[in-house]
């Protein structure tokens, strides 16, 4: 009779868990608009959204988020089609089809206001002139005050207002004198403080704005990851101080998550 050998299943097992590779984690690509939005994205594709992708990655090991920059039409035209998983740090309300797509909770608050340059005899009574003195905003963006048009000819006839590419860019005219009234995010100006405040310094910041809004992730109905799952991993970051410290290097406030 031939002796049993006690090593024989535990070598097996071992060899069959060494053939059979870790299971792969499912992919999900997150788009961001490959315009400058300070501090959410930088032109080298830096910034707030891939600190935030990063931090998604290291806090679970079911799905690889994968961070990428295509134009604004684009992220919107893929992400409602099921092309890309997600939208970062968008808007549901901003020209999305809400057939396709759902929000996560908000990341943050933000308001477009106005700005001009400082100066000895300028006070908040200067915004009257918004409409009439010459202004600059950002193309492609929607501005209340001027009905929402996208009209550049018509906004510069009916309201003086030039676009420009960027908020950074809408900052610089104005404190070139290349216009007077600006309007830029809130959270472009808290980053500007933190980062350079003498110059943010050098702006006079309206109390009025033109709009509120909040950002958060657009998911697409055929995404891998269900909206809610997304915000479980979101509270992690937040509980664990991940989420504050990521949004503080940016001269943004933490934000609140339920």
């Not at 990063?54 to 604004?72: C, E, H, I, K, W």
């Amino acid at each position: 009779m031939t002796a049993r050998c006690p090593f024989i299943i535990p070598l097996l097992a071992c060899s069959l868990a060494l053939a059979v590779p870790a299971q792969a984690r499912i992919p999900v690509t997150v788009a961001a608009t490959d315009s400058a939005q300070a501090p959410f994205t930088f032109a080298d594709g830096s910034g707030l959204g891939r600190d935030l992708v990063d931090a998604l990655n290291g806090v679970q090991s079911r799905y690889a988020f994968n961070y990428v920059l295509m134009p604004t039409l684009r992220v919107t035209e893929m992400v409602a089609s099921g092309v890309i998983d997600l939208a970062s740090l968008h808007n549901i309300a901003w020209g999305w089809d809400a057939r396709g797509v759902a929000a996560t909770m908000d990341l943050c608050v933000a308001r477009d206001v106005f700005i001009a340059r400082k100066e000895a005899t300028r006070d908040e009574s200067f915004f009257d002139g918004i409409g009439t003195l010459p202004m600059v905003g950002v193309i492609g963006f929607h501005y209340r005050f001027a009905g929402y048009s996208e009209d550049q000819a018509a906004l510069k006839r009916a309201f003086n207002l030039v676009l420009v590419k960027d908020e950074l860019t809408v900052i610089r005219m104005i404190l070139e004198g290349r216009g007077e009234i600006g309007i830029t995010a809130s959270t472009t100006l808290d980053y500007l403080r933190k980062v350079d405040p003498e110059l943010h310094g050098r702006l006079l910041v309206s109390r009025r704005f033109d709009s509120e809004y909040g950002r958060h992730f657009v998911v697409s109905a055929k995404a891998p990851i269900e909206p809610a799952e997304l915000d479980d991993y979101l509270r992690t970051l937040a509980r664990d101080g991940a989420l504050a410290a990521i949004f503080e290097r940016y001269g943004l406030s933490a934000p609140r998550i339920p």
